[in-house]
């Protein structure tokens, strides 16, 4: 009778913990909303950047840059003045989803030491996808919707025209 109950015990226990698996696998994390403008488009979560150029960290949730100074890692929301020249925007930035990524910086440093000195990436703000819509220019998305590259030639002088420059032709 024991061994009978033990049995269905195990049993019991086993079908409890596959639904909370099946849960698990279903979790999806999306961060796009939260991700700089400045960063790589392609990806629906990023929990870190790693900016290989400058040997930093951005951490995407507290929008916090992570890097070396003085013996050990520090967490602001700038960058030092020894990076004021760091183009955020035309840097290659690697997407990586595991915490404290820092805690194995040399062999980030070594994987993607190529990628130093790129700077062709297209990058959120540049992008026309629409799940990055919140992007654009403050809902003016950049004369990307209706008419494909050209605005109505409305406002202030924020569009493109009719797609040439605003002096003569």
């Known amino acids: 009778m024991k061994k009978l ?32 403008e400045w960063g790589p488009v392609g990806y629906d979560y990023a929990e870190y950047y790693y900016l290989p150029d400058i040997d930093t960290y951005y951490y995407v949730p507290a929008h916090q840059f992570v ?27 690697v997407v990586i989803n595991e915490p404290n990524p820092w805690n194995r910086a040399s062999v980030y440093r070594d994987r993607y030491a190529g990628y130093r000195g790129r700077h062709d990436q297209v990058i959120i703000r540049n992008s026309r996808e629409v ?27 924020r569009g493109h025209g009719n797609g040439h420059g605003h002096g003569r032709h």
């Open 5 to 36: 109950f033990f049995i269905a015990a195990i049993t019991a226990s086993f079908l409890a913990a596959k639904p909370s698996d099946a849960q698990v696998r279903l979790n999806v994390n999306v961060n796009i909303g939260s991700q700089p």
């Open 67 to 93: 890097y070396y100074n003085g013996g050990s890692w520090v967490r602001t929301t700038n960058l030092p003045p020894r990076y004021r020249n760091y183009n955020l925007y035309n840097s290659y930035k």
């Open 131 to 157: 799940k990055y819509k919140e992007h654009w220019d403050n809902g003016r998305h950049r004369g990307w919707d209706k008419g494909h590259g050209h605005d109505d030639d409305r406002g202030p002088g």
